[in-house]
């Protein structure tokens, strides 16, 4: 780690701290593609592709090898805006909102959520739910238009791709950028789509989670996730929910901890708005992980049908 900037310590240690229990056969299969990686480098540095290719193809057959150089090729290849990705999200929305909302949301979906989240919402309101339409129906953009806008933004950059389309947006980008909004610009924005684009709407709601959500996780997942949340978020988060997100949580605690968490509510006090959002994201972000790696399951979320359960 003394050999990583900054910004790669704090997310290595962010990532280790919920990194959680790792299966040993995943812990392998990760072992072994890093493995593959470094050898496939070495050749390449060696000797070139050609060279990299033909060794690879000797030490792990021609259908490992090209899926190795595949991978390689991908991990070599700079992102799209990446001069930016050290920049102040604040400063970058300041500085992108007078451009047309196509390429605020252009630039946008090339970031990770967290930031993009911060610049969406560091625009104008009435900007905002536009750009957001504008992720969630982009799928591909053409390599020209991405090192346009670079060299508005970056004149002294050199252009990404040499070929291809670079993907991003879609209604999935979209969910991950609101899930990480403030409570309020989230609704603002919501409740805009869907006056514009209902159906839009509906399906970029399907695929969010908020604490409200809480009602739809199983109850072995709501247990699992308690073990995780320290009882002074919780009894934050709880102090603002809705009677059914509070009967769903204390069905899933012992006696005592119930107790426990309706004194600390009651003793609390008076509380920021602000602050119980915060609490309400962490709890968020700890079933959003769980989910992600199966240790829980979501049904029924955003009014929808509920998920096919597999016996």
Known sequence: MAHLSDEEVDQLTLDLSSLGTVDTELKSSVLDQFYEMAVAKRYVAQGGIDMAKNLLEKSFGSERAFEILNRLQTSLQEVPFQFLKRADPGQIATFIQEEH???IALIVAHLQPQMSAIILSGLP???QSDVIMRIAMMDRTAPEIVREVERVLERK???????GFTFAGGVKDVAEILNRVERATEKSIMADLEE???ELADEIARLMFTFDDIIYV???GIQKALREIESKD???ALKASSEEVGEKVYRNMSERAREMIKEEIEFMGPVRMKNVEEAQQKIVAVIRRLEESGELIVSGRGGGEADEILV
Not at 157 to 163: G, N, P
């Open 196 to 198: 514009r684009d209902p």
């Open 218 to 220: 199983d109850d072995g």
């Open 157 to 163: 950059m050199a252009s990404i791709f040499s070929q």
């Open 234 to 236: 919780l009894a934050l």
């Open 101 to 103: 909302p196509q390429t």
């Open 125 to 127: 309101q009435d900007v």
